[in-house]
Every structure is written in C-alpha cells, then in structure tokens.
C-alpha cells in the first residue's frame, strides 16, 4: 500500500467571493480605462498567473489578445535578482497597449525586469495588474496600476500559487501555518 503523505490543511486567507468581486471592479476599471483601445495585448507570466488572468480576461469587454512570458529567478549560478527569461512572448508590441498580468509581486525583480523589457521594445503604453501585493518584501520599485489585494509577508497558496507545484488549483487565497 502506497504510504499515506501528511495531508497539509491551508487557511483561508482570501475567499473566493472577495476574489471573484475585486475582479469583477478590476475588470470595469480596465474597460473604463482601455475604452478607445480596439486591441490590448494582455500577457500572462506562467504559471502563477493563469487562474487570475483567466476569469479577469473572461470580464473585460475591451478585446484583447492573449501571450505569455515565463521566467525563473532562482537556480545554479544565478544571483539574487537575476531573472532569466525561459519563454518569451510570440507577439509584436511595438506601439501597441500591453497589460502585464500576474497573481504575486514579491521583491518585484520579476516584474522589473519584464517590464523594463516591454518598454525597451517600444509597447506604446505598459501596465500591470495583479492580484497580491507583498509589499514589505519589496527591494525593487513596481508601480502596479491595478491590485487585487495587499497582503502581509505570509506563505501564500491557491489560486494559481503553489506549494512545490501543488494546490494552485485551490480557488481560494490559503497560507500555510509554519510551525
Ligand atoms: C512567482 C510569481 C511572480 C514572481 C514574483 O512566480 O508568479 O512571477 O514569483 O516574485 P518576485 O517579485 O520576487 O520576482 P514563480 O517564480 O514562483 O513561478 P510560478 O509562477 O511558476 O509559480
């Protein structure tokens, strides 16, 4: 018999109807905000951002093209900060109104460092949605348009955040309790 594994119980820390009702005000105000646009190009960085991004995108009316970054941060011989890109986007954005989307800025080198990258390649305009704000472990400066919700420094997973892969489908916001 396969050994049975501790089965570990997250906390509520965000509902899943306070998150589905910010997104449905984060969505009205992106309408208001890109109402001239006829084509927003909304990118994605994998994983963490794929629940967020899609019921966001499923309530706005502005039409949007969709493509995704992803990226690491940590692993052998990478400095602290040091972001690699390990898929680009497919899409042109030259002159084009981009909105990064992402479930979590942490100490913000992530989003640093795409969006300095969006601006060097000539995107008319960049700007960024996300859902949680860890503000306290911030070491680089990311201006976000557009916040779901600020949170303390605790061990987030759930919706599209995980714990060694797992539980990003959790539809709620949950933490971890260490011991
Ligand atoms: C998380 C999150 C952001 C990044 C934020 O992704 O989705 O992309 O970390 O951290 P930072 O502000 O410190 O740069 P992660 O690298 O865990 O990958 P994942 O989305 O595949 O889980």
Known sequence: MAQQKKKIEPKTLISEERIQARIRELAAQIDQDYADSDRLICVGVLKGSVFFMVDLLKQLKTPIA????????YGAGTEPGEVRIR??????IRGKDVLLIED????????RT?????????ARSVKLCALLDKETRREVEVPIDY??????????????????Q??????????LETE
Do not use: A, C, H
């Open 104 to 111: 979590i800025v942490d100490t913000g080198y992530t989003l």
């Open 147 to 164: 916040l779901g919700f600020p949170i303390e420094d605790v061990f987030v997973i759930g919706y599209g955040l995980d714990y060694d």
């Open 114 to 122: 795409i969006l300095d990258l969006l601006r060097f390649r000539g």
């Open 166 to 175: 797992l539980y990003r489908n959790l539809p709620y916001i949950g933490y």
């Open 87 to 92: 898929k680009d986007i497919d899409m042109s």
């Open 66 to 73: 969709v493509d995704f970054f992803q990226t690491s941060s």
